[in-house]
Structure formats: C-alpha cells, structure tokens
C-alpha cells in the first residue's frame, strides 16, 4: 500500500520557466554567460543570533555559506548565482519546449521537488496546474523520493556547498559586498555579462580565496538594523543603484 504518494505528469505547459530566477551552479551560470545569457546574483546575510531559531535550518545554510567580516563582526553570506528568466527563460523556444533541454541545469531537472531539505513537497505551493498531480511518475512515496531525483537533488545540495567559496570570491572581485538579510530583504545584482565573463575566466586561471573584504548588510526593518548594529554589523545606508532591493 502506498502512504503520502504523490504522483507527477508534467505537461509542459511552461509556466515554470517564466516570472523568475533560474538558481545555477557555478558551472552552470559559466554555461549560461557562455549561451549570451545574464546572471543575476542573489547575496542574502545572516548569523547565528537572529536567523533563524531551528539549529538545523541554521546548518542548512551555514553549509551553502562563507564567513565574513562585516565591522566588528562575522556574519554570513550565501550567494545565489541564477539565470534572468524574470521575462521568461531565454532557451524557451516559441513551441514551449526547453531549447537545451539535455543541458538543463539541476534546477530544472529536479523541479517541483525541493532542493532545501527541510521544506516538504507540497503541491498546494507549486505553480504547476492541478492536474498534473493526480497520475503519472511517482515522484515520492513513504519518504522514499526517486532515486534519480534523489541524486539530482544531492548534486545540486553538494554544488551549493563546492561552490560557496567561489562564489563570494567572484562577488568581491566584481565589487558586490552588500546583502540583504535573511527573512528581511532581497539584494539581487545583475552584472554585466562581460564583466562576470571577465572574473571567472580571471578566476579559473588563478582560484582564490575570498578576499576578507568588510561587507555592509542592507535591511528594511528599523527594529532589525538596531539588532544588527548592536551586534557591531556594519549597515550600508548609501542605498546604491548597484542591485535591486526588494523588501520581503
Ligand atoms: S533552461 Fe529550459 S527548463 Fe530550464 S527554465 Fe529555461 S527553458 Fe525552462
Ligand atoms: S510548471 Fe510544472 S507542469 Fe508546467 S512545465 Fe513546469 S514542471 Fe511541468
């Protein structure tokens, strides 16, 4: 008998590949800037004395995270690096189809499962339309998940971590040190795609480490910049043009 199945059928309708960012591996995004398309880096913030309560939501992302010094103190920063698809994706094809589909990155292999291991599949919160639930692939069954999905999944949570370093690297090098904090804000830069061309290709001839540069933390809430700067984290209130900021 099967318990909690849930069963999947996409139908291509596409409605996933348009409205957002697309998260990409650092190979990936080198993938996607090498097709013409942009990046965008999401940089979000935290430590371990506001964000968040749950010890293992906190290792979660301390593991995707680098350590960095931001005034007096060590905050954490995790970059998101993601295709521009906020249009719609631009290896949608007019027939609705992927355009790279046997190189898709992870992302699309694995959705509508979560990445995030702490988050339940939940149809309800998902895009796709209802009735591509009720027949097709089982995708899920008694905590068992597909074990293709299964090591897509973990291939994507071990590039989070591989990547970590590289990542923050990359954003020093190309001078973006603000982020939101989590749960607060979005700090979501689009670099020039010469530009990220330039750093990895600087960055894949000599890796190096991130720098140790101070980064500022930019937050909405008034109550949350007063915790924060008690605690010594250095606040950025030039309100820069360089990202988009987006309270959440
Ligand atoms: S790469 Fe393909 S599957 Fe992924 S968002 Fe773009 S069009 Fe959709
Ligand atoms: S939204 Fe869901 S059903 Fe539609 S193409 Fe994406 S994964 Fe398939």
Redesign the pocket.
Known sequence: MENNTIRFACNGC?I???G?L?PLTLDEARQWLNRGHEVAVVLEAFDESTWPTQPRQFTHSAQRAVEVTSGDARIRVVAVLA?N?LT??????DDG?????E???L???I?PMEINPLIALNPKEKICPPEVWEEGEVLFTDRVVDPILADQIERSRQADRDDAQAKIALCEAMGMTVAAWKGDALAVYLPDRARWLEAIARYDQAPVSPAGLDWTVRVETPALAEQLQRVGIALDDRHSTDYIFQSL
């Open positions: 596409g996933c590949c348009k957002r697309i295709g698809a719609q994706c631009r290896n949608l094809g189809r992927c355009g790279i589909y190189e898709r990155p992302v699309c292999r959705y």
